[in-house]
């Protein structure tokens, strides 16, 4: 049973540049969410994805955009990167129909700016 | 909007002993869910433990139990007979009806 994966593990980019992270759901499952973590703080919300639209939205500008494909997997796309954004990305996935249940995560993309 | 506090950014406990992290967090929910996630250094997050808001009954799954006080807005996490492999960094989430909300993490030390 495979759980969630991630790609890639670790990336390089420099200011203004733009990048695409990638999200597997552990099976069975259909709803994905993403975080960004800074080093030393807790996640933050940024979005989730569930029947291929965005369902809720943190505090995140409109340069995080997102994307779920029909197999349930998504992306996730930073534009205009600043160095703000190196950190953490964890994708996490669940069970859209069963309140409560604990969300899944996979093992992060390191992103990292120049 | 929730918060969640986790007021004790590191703590260290002997081999074998039992430690306790605390967690508060701030919501107008009458539904919703709380966990307790472990993120070791290989950063992936691993469950730990999960309480539903509605049972007053407190989570308990093998060293691990929960102290869960609604009125106080409460969740705190008790660890017995502290392994080596649970040195981790920790962190309360809340789960409401729209995202889950972490606190900024507890880092634990399991000293031999």
Known sequence: DAGVTQSPTHLIKTRGQQVTLRCSPKSGHDTVSWYQQALGQGPQFIFQYYEEEERQRGNFPDRFSGHQFPNYSSELNVNALLLGDSALYLCASSLRNRAGQPQHFGDGTRLSIL | ?112
């Open chain 2, 1 to 112: 909007a929730q918060t969640v506090t986790q007021s004790q950014p590191e703590m260290s406990v002997q081999e074998a002993e039992t430690v306790t992290l605390s967690c508060t967090y701030d919501t107008s929910e009458n539904n919703y869910y709380l966990f307790w996630y472990k993120q070791p250094p290989s950063r992936q997050m691993i469950l730990v433990i999960r309480q539903e808001a509605y049972k007053q009954q407190n989570a308990t799954e093998n060293r691990f139990s929960v102290n869960f006080q609604k009125a106080a807005k409460s969740f705190s996490l008790k660890i017995s007979d502290s392994q080596l492999g649970d040195t981790a960094m920790y962190f309360c989430a809340f789960l409401g009806p729209n995202d889950m909300r972490f606190g900024a993490g507890t880092r634990l030390t399991v000293k031999p």
